[in-house]
């Protein structure tokens, strides 16, 4: 789901979270960094704490094995992908 409003630039985004539905199918967020480095920021942290169990950055070249999942403390957790 793509938050309408999201504002994005060369090094950061902003969320527009008020226009999230209330939807408890929704688990966490997934977004990339412009760098190969697939790990959170200290924004990154502060948006997890705040938004769901599960979240995913990817990193450029933005290939099968540039991501990493974290759990709401920004611990990094197994996550496997399925077809």
């Given at each position: ?21 209330v939807?408890?199918?929704i688990?966490?967020?997934?977004h ?52």
């Amino acid at each position: 789901m793509l938050l309408p409003g999201t504002i994005s630039g060369d090094s950061s985004a902003i969320f527009q979270f008020h226009m999230m539905p209330v939807d408890l199918s929704i688990v966490g967020t997934i977004h990339s960094h412009p760098s190969p480095v697939p790990y959170p920021s200290a924004a990154d942290t502060a948006l997890f704490e705040r938004h769901g169990r599960v979240h995913i950055i990817t990193g450029k070249p933005y290939g099968k094995d540039d991501w990493n999942a974290f759990d709401h403390r920004s611990r990094k957790i197994p996550m496997e992908v399925v077809d």
